[in-house]
């Protein structure tokens, strides 16, 4: 396990060679990569978004990420959860997870939280994190996420993806006067609007965490222009791809801090 030391520049012979088209990049660099070593990342939700997300941050380096799931794999998550095999059937998501992140990149920390966010949780969850990210299946659980991370001050990037239909966006919630995600829905009340009902494309899920995962790294090393205040509506059945600017709504109760 990696001993890290805040912004110092202590990439290992090994780093150099693991991370090589990282700090290729002029984007990244030598000193971008080690700053993302010293990053905390959330993942919440290990299903088919999580998993190719988990995957892309282990690769990337991200120094330390705490996976949250509560359910154990089943076979109709085989489909698009790449995460898993038919040996891991029954077996705990985050237990699975932590196994198959940690031996792609053995030199970073994962911690493992098998449990289900909800209304009980406490924003100390998120401390010393600095970027969470919603790879969840449902309104409920994106909505907690929202107040959480607005009490707590730290960028949100959601996702979802329902049939072939897909959506990323990057809430600000660490910046003032941003708009948050119960700008953009309100209080919906949609029990029925998760894949799990209505069926998903493979793939899909696959594109939407991977556009994820390198959002959360231009956010971390504030590269170009994220999906900040934006809505990436992507419509596979018809190849169709939308940006939509968001607004804050003035009369949003959650980011007016009234709820
Ligand atoms: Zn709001």
């Known amino acids: 396990m990696r001993k890290i030391e805040k912004n110092k520049f202590d990439l290992t012979d090994e780093d150099l060679m693991r991370y090589n088209k990282h700090i290729l990049l002029p984007e990244i660099d030598i000193q971008g990569q080690n700053q993302l070593l010293n990053k905390h990342v ?3 939700g290990l299903g088919g978004l999580g998993c190719p997300i988990g995957y892309y941050l282990s690769s990337s380096g991200i120094g330390e990420i705490t996976i949250v ?3 154990e794999v089943d076979i109709t998550n085989l489909q698009r959860q790449i995460l898993y095999t ?3 059937l029954a077996k705990r998501k985050v237990d699975v997870a932590y196994d198959k992140m940690t031996a792609l990149n053995p030199n970073i920390t994962i911690h493992k939280l098998d449990t289900e966010i909800n209304l009980k949780t406490k924003p100390n969850i998120f401390k010393d994190i600095d970027l969470i990210i919603d790879a969840t299946d449902n309104f409920e659980t994106r909505s907690i996420l929202n107040k959480l991370t607005l009490q707590t001050k730290k960028p949100l990037i959601m996702g979802a993806a329902i049939q072939m239909m897909g959506q990323v966006s990057v809430f600000r919630n660490d910046l003032d006067d941003m708009p948050c995600y119960n ?3 309100g209080d919906l009340d949609n ?3 998760s894949c799990v009902e209505q069926g998903v494309l493979s793939s899909l899920t696959g594109i ?3 556009i994820q995962a390198t959002e959360a790294i231009k956010v971390l090393l504030d590269i170009g222009e994220s999906l900040q205040s934006k809505l990436l509506v992507i419509d596979m059945k018809f190849s169709n ?3 939509i600017k968001l607004v804050k709504d003035g009369n949003c109760k959650v980011c007016k801090g009234k709820i």
């Open 208 to 210: 939407i965490g991977s």
């Open 191 to 193: 029990e029925s609007t």
């Open 183 to 185: 700008c953009l829905y």
């Open 241 to 243: 791809y939308k940006v």
């Open 69 to 71: 799931d509560k359910d």
């Open 86 to 88: 038919n040996d891991d």
């Open 42 to 44: 959330a993942l919440i």
